[in-house]
């Protein structure tokens, strides 16, 4: 079956562009998780939602950041006037229910200049 | 003190012994505990998954959890050149957040 998808697999902004990032999950998992991973680093939270309900934001960064669900299936992650250290690879995982394992995309490389 | 450390490695094994990779967590209510594998310039990739103390077994691969040390380790048996990766330890915490380790490289040497 299709796993989790993402799009753009690559963007090249410059610095102050808005970028919108796009992961489509697994067919009925009900949580999806946004990560951002730097080089050399593990995947760091940034955000969750359960359906169409974020729970839990408290790993974004700043307020450039912001994540929607609205549907409850597709998610987008938004960055306003990016910056240079918003460069990294965002990653979205899906899941069955909250709390079970993670299955990720291939991830979107951003990179700001 | 950061929520799961690793050790960063490089760990390098020849073909065919067991590597072992080791995990600890700072958060005692932790429940859940993941073992990814990640391949350069590739996302992480679902290895297996423990939630009681002991050992739990599929194919070559083996995690051990000790909730009283905090430690999550995995094993890998009759490791293969294409086992070498980075390994990537997650821990659920008494949230529904993921916490994820540094990651530790392993590379197996034919």
């Known amino acids: 079956g299709a796993g989790v998808s993402q799009s753009p697999r690559y963007k090249v902004a410059k610095r102050g562009q808005d970028v919108a990032l796009r992961c489509d999950p697994i067919?009925?998992?009900?949580?999806l998780f946004w990560y951002q991973q730097a080089l050399g680093q593990g995947p760091e939270f940034l955000t969750y939602?359960?359906?169409?309900?974020?729970?839990?934001k408290s790993g974004l960064p700043s307020d450039r950041f912001f994540a929607e669900r609205p549907e409850g299936s597709v998610s987008t992650l938004k960055i306003q006037r990016t910056q240079q250290e918003d460069s990294a690879v965002y990653l979205c995982?899906?899941?069955?229910?909250?709390?079970?394992?993670?299955?990720f995309g291939p991830g979107t490389r951003l990179t700001v200049l | 003190q950061k929520e799961v450390e690793q050790n960063s490695g490089p760990l390098s094994v020849p073909e065919g012994a067991i590597a072992s990779l080791n995990c600890t967590y700072s958060?005692?209510?932790?429940?859940?505990f993941f073992w990814y594998r990640q391949y350069s310039g590739k996302s992480p990739e679902l290895i297996m998954f423990?939630?009681?103390?002991g050992d739990k077994e599929d194919g070559r691969f083996t995690a051990q959890l000790n909730k009283a040390s905090q430690y999550v380790s995995l094993l890998i048996r009759d490791s293969q050149p294409s086992d070498s990766a980075t390994y990537l330890c997650?821990?659920?915490?008494?949230?529904?957040?993921?916490?994820f380790g540094t990651g530790t490289s392993l590379t197996v040497i034919p």
């Open positions: 995982a899906s899941s069955p229910s909250l709390g079970s394992e993670q299955f």
């Open positions: 067919s009925g998992h009900v949580s």
């Open positions: 939602f359960q359906n169409e309900a974020q729970l839990d």
């Open positions: 958060d005692r209510g932790s429940q859940s």
């Open positions: 423990i939630y009681s103390n």
């Open positions: 997650a821990v659920k915490g008494t949230g529904n957040q993921f916490y």
